[in-house]
């Protein structure tokens, strides 16, 4: 029985999700800054609105592949958007603050980000000793903080436990369970694919004592929700509802959900992907930043070098990429202050990395381009991303390039934009599957794009948010 993980995913939940998602940014953003947002009636109305109409298309019988018809949608909800900006009182004056405010919104942050971290060191210092740390990290309000933080980890628990003994196995995830039926009768198996997978569903089974899918199927479901609260610590190093938004896309996100109750390495390597990428920003870990990330970079290896598959390297030198970009941001932050030389040195990676590619690996330059990877950016209708088909290609993005853009003096946004563009770029023009298209194969790159994105939703909204103040 083949699993697939577009079709694994009701087109029902999107209304909910996004919904869900609207109702909990209102909730941040009362919880965290406490102040009022603005026109609140007429952006409930707008999202009524849209997804009303996606509802009522939902039960007509056109396809997508009649792309005409599916132009004609996207059209239809250009009208809605442009008609509700009319009916907005002054918000003519809100597009033309665009303009006007986005250079500055980033300075902003950056400065609200560091007085906000002079006010947590005073406060801590008002707490006893007695209390836990976990509850002093998030003192006054962040205490509802981790409450909301809580529900997301439950919201993206709930939906990869659900039903999780439903299906049968299929594919790699029948020959993990073989592998590991095999090593309890005879003490070996011979599967070569990601062993520490298979030795996860071996100890699993030896501590349940049972063949039950539920209970085989738990740890990666486990593993994958904690790699939700991985992403909210990641987010938080660019700002606190970066990292809420972050948590919160990714436990709803399709392709994690159906991923995550799946018997496949990919959940366990993203793992340790977030969990090392964390380890590489944390300076009380290692001081020196060359040190620190020659040790996790080692440790990366010996973890691909056990489990011994292919994707799993893939994703190391993912890492790697990324941990040398951002050791070279770093020093060139630390060397000088002009912020171009950052865009030069990554212009100069991107060209180089792609003349040299060849030469390494077995990436090759193809004449027919897969412009199927542009998935990630709502480029195709593939139903394993949560915002599919409410937001158009260009608007996601516009969205995942304003960061690279505004964000100057944040290394881990300008390394982050630097992987996500290349890995795609290269996907597309060098990479010729030895099969056909498969959303999985950026699976690994997926948590970089998600804080990519939810970095660029904070700056929207912030955006917004300071526009409406000054009108």
């Not at 995550?260 to 366990?268: A, D, F, L, M, P």
Request: net charge positive.
């Amino acid at each position: 029985m083949t699993v697939d993980m577009g079709n694994a995913w009701p087109s029902e939940i999107n209304n909910s999700v996004i919904i869900f998602g609207f109702v909990f940014f209102i909730i941040t953003k009362h919880v965290i800054s406490c102040q009022t947002i603005k026109h609140e009636k007429t952006l409930l109305w707008f999202l009524l609105i849209l997804l009303g109409f996606n509802f009522l298309w939902s039960f007509s019988k056109v396809e997508y592949q009649d792309y005409g018809l599916y132009e004609f949608r996207i059209y239809i909800q250009y009208i809605i958007i442009f008609g509700t900006i009319l009916i907005v009182p002054k918000i003519k004056n809100i597009i033309y603050g665009y303009f006007v405010a986005l250079k500055k919104i980033a300075d902003d942050l950056f400065s609200e980000k560091k007085e906000a971290s002079e006010i947590r060191k005073i406060n801590n210092k008002k707490y006893t000793k007695s209390k836990s740390k976990l509850f002093t990290w998030f003192v006054g309000k962040k205490s509802k903080l981790l409450y909301l933080l809580l529900l997301v980890f439950i919201l993206g628990l709930g939906l990869r436990l659900i039903n999780l003994g439903e299906l049968d196995p299929a594919g790699d995830e029948y020959r993990h369970l073989l592998a590991a039926k095999h090593f309890l009768a005879d003490g070996f198996y011979d599967y070569p694919n990601s062993h520490l997978t298979t030795n996860l569903v071996i100890l699993t089974q030896k501590i349940s004592n049972s063949n039950n899918m539920f209970f085989l199927r738990s740890p990666f479901a486990i593993i994958g929700s904690l790699s939700v609260l991985l992403l909210f610590f990641l987010g938080r190093k660019i700002h606190t509802k970066v990292g809420l938004i972050a948590a919160y896309l990714y436990a709803c996100l399709p392709l994690a959900v159906g991923m995550s109750r799946y018997i496949r390495g990919y959940e366990i390597t993203v793992f340790v992907l977030l969990f090392l990428t964390l380890l590489l920003l944390q300076r009380r870990f290692i001081k020196n930043l060359i040190l620190r990330s020659a040790i996790l970079i080692i440790v990366f290896k010996i973890f691909a070098f056990f489990d011994e598959d292919l994707r799993t390297d893939s994703t190391f030198l993912l890492f790697v990429m990324f941990t040398g970009i951002y050791l070279v941001l770093h020093y060139i932050n630390r060397f000088s202050e002009k912020s171009w030389y950052k865009y030069v040195f990554l212009g100069i990676a991107f060209v180089g990395g792609l003349m040299v590619l060849p030469y390494f690996t077995d990436f090759q330059w193809q004449t027919t381009p897969e412009l199927q990877y542009m998935f990630i950016f709502n480029y195709i209708t593939i139903n394993v991303m949560w915002f599919l088909p409410f937001i158009p290609f260009l608007f996601i993005l516009i969205v995942t390039v304003i960061p690279f853009i505004v964000s100057h003096k944040n290394n881990f946004i300008l390394a982050t934009s630097f992987i996500v563009l290349f890995t795609v770029f290269v996907y597309i023009y060098f990479f010729e599957a030895p099969r056909r298209f498969q959303v999985r194969y950026l699976y690994s790159l997926i948590p970089y794009y998600i804080l990519l994105l939810s970095a660029g939703i904070h700056l929207i909204f912030n955006l917004i948010k300071k526009v409406y103040i000054n009108i």
